[in-house]
């Protein structure tokens, strides 16, 4: 199934990831779905770092669902809290975030686990997709940069990190903050905030 069309193309695509616990609790996190395109089609994986509700729920029901989202602050506030039941919606009974313009279901089939166990990657399979809303958008800078200040955000909760990483961090978070007062819309400005408010 090629997923070009419910907006999942080459290379990585960052999507808000939703997946349940096995008595049902959903969850939803910033996931980036990795295609890798040959002649004879496309091949969809994810590799999902340890400790992650994301990584447990996969583990224990073998589903995910990714949402296709252009919306700043849903990436933040998936990154950093836990978005409450009004936000879901169901699609073939599983959990999907309401305002996401496509759903593609997936199950998931454990492929390799990292030298150091330290991220587990998953083989993909297409089960169902639903397109919700096809948006035409150009390139906006405000939004990539919320999207990269998030990633170091929630890196720096990964892996930990130091004093010199810290002062990198500061000085591309400010560089990123920069890009979005010049360049965002209010989503990407609110986006900013909370991150602020969490990160500093
Ligand atoms: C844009 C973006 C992409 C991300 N991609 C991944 C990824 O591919 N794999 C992963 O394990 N974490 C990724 N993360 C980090 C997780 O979203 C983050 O660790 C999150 O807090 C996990 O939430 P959970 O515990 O609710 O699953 C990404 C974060 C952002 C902002």
Redesign the pocket.
Known sequence: MNLREAGIGEGIS?VIVT?QSVSGVP??????IIAITSESGSNYF????R?????SNVQQTGKLAANVTHDAVL?VK???E?LTESWFSLFHSFPVLKGANSWILFDCTFREESSESE?FTFQLTPLAVRINRKEVRAINRGLNAV?EA??I???N??VGEDERDRAERERQMALYARIVEKCGGSREKEALKILRERHG
């Open positions: 960052e997946t969850n939803a996190a910033p996931i980036g994810v590799r999902l770092y400790g992650s509700k994301t990584l990436f998936a990154a950093f836990p991220s999207i998030a990633i955000a929630t890196r909760a990964i």
